[in-house]
């Protein structure tokens, strides 16, 4: 089985040879920056998964009556309110947590 570097050679050397045949260019292979093709390959699998994350989100939101970037804007909105309750949630939680060592620090000053 090829590995990652070997297939992204070969699909970079056959995009390289659609180019020429559809441009003006020599049949020199224009080799691809290592140093890019590391960064490429090691981002491969974060870029991929945005772009499926995307494209399931237009699928919802394609389901919906509205149009698509009416739906987008309204989820954008939900998951804005979301965070900012968690954020509230969070507070509090802190709150109360810095309240309850305060009585734990007075108990024990206390004694």
Known sequence: MPTEEELFKVKNLACSVVTRQSAVLTFSAQRYN?????????????????????????KEWSKSDKQIWFAAEEMRQKAKAEQKDKAI???????????????EMKESTVR
Do not use: G, M
């Open 34 to 58: 290592p140093e890019l093709q590391k960064r490429s390959l090691e981002t491969r699998e974060a870029r991929q998964q945005e772009f499926d994350d995307y494209v399931n989100k237009l």
């Open 89 to 103: 949630a969070e507070q509090k939680r802190l709150a109360t947590e810095v309240e309850q060592r305060r009585r």
